[in-house]
């Protein structure tokens, strides 16, 4: 069921929710809901993002860090407000190798903050705002912005279309299908 409702209700292509499967990120929640792990810098699950076609939430008594889905040598991490619009922006991008795609749950928690700090600490990077394409978004893109000036790593802002990169995902399957 959690694979229907992120295929056919989501757009995300079986070859995104596979990764996302074969990383250990991604499970299936109650009445066909999808659970997104989020996880510390070792790996080290701390809580679920969940999300279904009835309702989004977190698992109480979880920790907000961050979900990741790429390799963990990337050089380019594409920070996301959701696990749906990280998985989107993925498969818009073909889940590039030098990516890795993260979503902060929505929130902005210090263990957040400390996580992408750590990333954005390493050589070479680059921290990519993939926030959402509106006031809350920019707000994000500021915040990732102001950690990559100070970490000295380089920086882009990446933002959909529409609203959102589960939209923006949406959308160009529709285009696809039209063309």
């Known amino acids: 069921m959690t694979s229907c409702y992120l295929s056919d209700e989501r757009g995300i292509p079986e070859t995104v929710i596979r990764a996302a499967v074969r990383q250990d990120r991604l499970r299936e929640g109650p009445r066909g809901s999808m659970w997104a792990a989020h996880a510390d810098d070792d790996g080290v699950v701390t809580g679920w ?6 309702w989004r939430g977190f698992a109480s008594g979880g920790a907000k860090i961050l979900f990741r889905l790429g390799p963990c040598e990337a050089i380019r991490f594409c920070v996301t407000e959701a696990a749906i619009d990280a998985m989107s922006l993925a498969a818009i991008e073909s889940l590039r190798r030098d990516s890795l795609y993260l979503s902060t749950g929505g929130g902005w928690a ?8 750590a990333l954005a600490a390493r050589p070479n990077v680059q921290l990519v705002a993939a926030t959402d394409n509106n ?12 950690i990559a000036v100070a970490a000295s790593c380089g920086y882009e802002r990446l933002a959909p279309a529409h609203e959102d990169w589960n939209e923006e995902l949406r959308a160009f399957r529709r285009r696809e299908r039209d063309a």
């Open 49 to 54: 993002e969940e999300r279904g076609p009835e």
């Open 135 to 146: 006031a809350q978004g920019e707000v994000y893109a500021g915040r990732i912005e102001a």
């Open 110 to 117: 210090p263990a957040t903050e400390a996580a992408i700090w």
